[in-house]
């Protein structure tokens, strides 16, 4: 299974922006057709879904998110990118990024399921 870390979270200001990157460590995502995304867990709330973008270069983004975060990424090396702007407190969570057949929340939280990284932190103040 692919194997991916997250990284580029931090405390910053409410207004302030972070960009997280994911960058995969070991065996290529092979299939002609996947879904890359990103997951958030605040403390106490269900790991949620809020953006994917599909082999294709198609996204998608969760109504709580859209017009502030963007995700992005370099096929290259299959590294995902998380651009997020105007940060507000309810941002504050744990955030994954995570590999799967769709960009079907079910299809992708099956796919991970004992995969998940640590996760890297935003909190935003």
């Known amino acids: 299974h692919v194997q991916l870390v997250e990284s580029g979270g931090g405390s910053v200001q409410a207004g302030g922006s972070l960009r997280l990157s994911c960058a995969r460590t070991r065996t290529r995502y092979t299939a002609s057709r996947y879904c890359m995304g990103w997951f958030r867990q605040a403390p106490g709330k269900e790991r949620e879904k809020i953006a994917g973008?599909?082999?294709?270069?198609?996204?998608g983004h969760a109504v709580s998110v859209k017009d502030r975060f963007t995700i992005s990424k370099v096929n290259a090396n299959q590294t995902l990118y998380l651009q997020m702007n105007s940060l507000k407190p309810e941002d504050t969570a744990l955030y994954f990024c995570?590999?799967?057949?769709?960009?079907?929340?079910?299809?992708?939280?099956?796919?991970?399921?004992?995969?998940w990284g640590q996760g890297t932190q935003v909190t935003v103040s």
């Open positions: 973008i599909e082999s294709n270069g198609k996204t």
């Open positions: 995570a590999v799967g057949p769709t960009c079907s929340t079910s299809a992708m939280r099956s796919a991970m399921r004992g995969y």
